[in-house]
Each structure stands twice: as C-alpha cells, then as structure tokens.
C-alpha cells in the first residue's frame, strides 16, 4: 500500500500550490506450513473449508510450559480499567466494546487532564513477556483485543468516499514505529468481494503467493512461528525515487461471532535485532488486519480492512493523510482479481 500512493503523492507535489502566496512552486523535492500439514492429513472429503481456524497461526503452535509465577490477584475493574476475558479468556466483540467506552469515563478525582481511556491501537511499548512466553504470543494476543476494538469503534471516523461498494473512512490515532510514535492516518476500506469468506481467507494466508496477484509486492517471506507467532517478511517495489519498503509483522488468525479475521503487527518485532535488506526503509505496521463475514448475495465476502501503518523514511505524515487510502483501494482490487482468477 505504501508504493501504491507514490503515483498519486508525485501528482499532488507537482500541484501543490505554496500556501502563503497561492503560486505553483519551481520544485520538490505458499501457503502456511500449518495449512500444508492439514490438508496433507485431512480426512477423505474433507477440504479447505472445513480447517478450522484453531490450527491456523497461534493454534499451531506446541503451548510451553508454563513456568511463570502466580500472578498476583487482579485489581477489581473500574472506570479506566479492562474487564477480565470470560471463560476461555476471550470476551465477545460487545462485551470488548462496552469495556473500551466505559474507559473513557472519569474516575473519582480525575479530570479531562487525567483521562486515559484504552487505545485501540497501543502498540507504543514493546511487550512486557513473561518466562516461557514468546514475544510473538503476547503480539497475536494483542492482535485479537485491538483489531476487534478498532473495528468496533465508531467515534472519530470522516468519511472519505461513499459509493455503492465502496466506502472509505479516516480516523488520526497514535501509532508509529518505536521512536516516531505520533498520531497517524488509519483507514478502514468497506467492500464486497465475489468470493466466500473462506475462499478470501485462503487467499490471504497464502502469503508466500501475494507476489502473484498483488503488483507492489514483491516478495514475502514466511519465517515460521518459532516466535510464538507467524511472523512475515514483505517486500514492497520502490517507484518514483521511493525506496523499496520492507516490513517485518506477525500475523494472528481468529473466528469470532461468524466472521473470520486476520490481523498483523511489527509490534515486538523491534525486539528481534532484524535489519532491512540492503537499500530498502523498514516501514512498521502499528495495527492493521480484516474482518470477512458472509455477504448479502450467495458466494459474496463483506470485506472490511483496517490500516494503520508508519512508512518509515521520509515521506511526509500530512501527505499520507490525503493519499494513503488509495494504497487500501488497490488491494481490494487487486484481492478481488485473483480470486476471480482462482475461479477461472
């Protein structure tokens, strides 16, 4: 998505106008090992379909043992306060949702000053991890609680475009790598897609496969789940004088009340000393992800992408406000093309 704007931000440098004196300036500067190990021993008559979302990322990891100390009793909840996961440790999406506005209220002797209501997208530290957990874990965790608040948050959204299978809002919340955190552009992209939402899924985690059906890509890199996680390398073309990006996240895949949702973050990939590939800028993904649900007609994905994500290098914040959605409106597109090429 980020290479994908860089032919709307040249365009808009070349008409930009200088703001004091209104004149035209002179210049400016393959599919998942765990998917694999399933269909190779699934069942005769069984298929994709049927792979439960248990075994995909996070569910196919082998649990460590467990050597961390008891933890200390939690304090009662109150305002400002998250609510203890229900059994299973998972809450539903309206019981995540009623905890994260019920945080914004005020406490006794606090005022406006005070108030620290719950970031949907907290991702500024790196993860506090406990002995025999991983620093991917306590990502993938994160993941789930974030993407569904993010998703479920209506407050702060303008709407960018409006038409009839596409719609495109805009909200500012902080993110950014460690060291550059700021409020960023985040962006939500609403579509429908001609596919099932299990057919979209399958294309997405196929991620060693992006290369094929997404033009900006051009490489990915599965690197295993030996962090707790599924951690991928992705690399993006550089265009227009622009580097070559390259990102480093962990992926989580969960089910929740019949959608299907993918979520990334770089968050705790900071940890890991990785350095970029010569000559590409390391852009960081502070929380992005999808949520797939059944469609209104037969066969069709009511598709929603969440974004939020730093560059990296130099381009300016105020002109990835203006053009970074259409980075989110390729993808779409360029989704919705190989599946219909997976049909033919």
């Not at 998917?35 to 996070?58: F, K, R, T, V």
């Not at 019949?258 to 000393?273: I, K, N, P, Q």
Request: proline share 8%.
């Amino acid at each position: 998505w980020v290479v994908s704007v860089m032919g709307p931000m040249k365009r808009l440098l070349q008409r930009c106008c200088c703001c004091c004196c209104r004149r035209r300036p002179t210049s400016h500067p393959v599919t998942d090992t765990p998917i694999a190990a399933l269909l190779a021993n699934q069942a005769p008559g069984q298929g994709p379909e049927s792979i439960s979302l248990e075994h995909i990322d996070s569910g196919a990891r082998t649990p460590a043992a467990d050597t961390r100390a008891t933890p200390a009793p939690a304090p009662a909840p109150g305002p400002g306060r998250r609510q203890p996961p229900g059994p299973g440790g998972q809450r539903s999406v309206s019981a995540i949702s009623a905890a994260y506005h019920s945080a914004t209220s005020l406490s006794d002797g606090e005022d406006d000053g005070m108030r620290s209501p719950i970031s949907p997208t907290d991702f500024q530290t790196a993860p506090s991890v406990g002995a025999g957990e991983k620093v991917g874990e306590r990502a993938a965790a994160g993941i789930r609680e974030r993407l569904l608040l993010a998703l479920e948050d209506q407050e702060g959204w303008v709407n960018m475009q409006n038409k009839p299978n596409l719609k495109v809002s805009r909200k500012m919340a902080p993110g950014g790598a460690p060291g550059r955190e700021r409020d960023l552009a985040m962006w939500k992209v609403c579509t429908t897609l001609e596919a099932s939402p299990r057919a979209v899924l399958n294309k997405l985690l196929d991620a060693t496969a992006q290369p094929k059906w997404n033009p900006v890509v051009s490489s990915v890199e599965d690197m295993g789940n030996d962090h707790g996680a599924t951690m991928l390398r992705t690399c993006f073309k550089g265009m227009f004088g622009v580097a070559p990006r390259e990102g480093v996240e962990f992926r989580e895949t969960f089910e929740e009340e019949g959608a299907l949702f993918v979520g990334y973050t770089s968050h705790g990939t900071e940890t890991l000393d990785m350095e970029p590939r010569a000559g590409a800028q390391r852009c960081y993904c502070t929380l992005s992800g999808y949520r797939l649900a059944p469609g209104e007609g037969e066969g069709t994905c009511e598709f929603t992408f969440l974004s939020l994500a730093d560059p990296g290098g130099q381009i300016p914040d105020w002109l990835m406000n203006k053009v970074g959605s259409k980075g989110a409106i390729d993808f779409c597109a360029a989704l919705q093309s190989g599946l219909k090429r997976d049909v033919v």
